[in-house]
Nanobody, 113 residues
Framework: QVQFVESGGGSVQPGGSLRLSCAAS????????MGWYRQAPGKEREMVAT???????NYQDSVKGRFTISRDNAKNTVYLQMNNLKPEDTADYYC???????WGQGTQVTVSS
């Protein structure tokens, strides 16, 4: 059974940082492109960042230079380091292997002063 478990969310002030983690199980993790997605209240889910099997990364324009996606294949875990957070980053964050479209419960990020 494929499962993704996100953690690391919380409430921070603008300019703050958070590191999200996502533990995967039920898949050969190293064989999959992994991605972080987010969904803000009243909006559709959107891609934030992806990372290929070899470590190549791609980011949504609004997070470039602030967010960093990485992976540890030995731990079946993908990370999202988020710096200089802005109120518009407030959302529920999810990870998945895009080709599988299996979603975890997400982790909530709130950026507010």
């Amino acid at each position: 059974q494929v499962q993704f478990v996100e953690s690391g969310g919380g409430s921070v002030q603008p300019g703050g940082s958070l590191r999200l983690s996502c533990a995967a199980s039920g898949i050969i993790f190293r064989a999959y492109i992994m991605g972080w997605y987010r969904q803000a209240p009243g909006k559709e889910r959107e891609m934030v960042a992806t990372i290929t099997k070899s470590g190549s990364t791609n980011y949504q324009d609004s997070v470039k230079g602030r967010f960093t996606i990485s992976r540890d294949n030995a731990k079946n875990t993908v990370y999202l380091q988020m710096n200089n957070l802005k109120p518009e980053d407030t959302a529920d964050y999810y990870c998945t292997a895009p080709s599988l479209a299996v979603w975890g419960q997400g982790t909530q990020v709130t950026v507010s002063s």
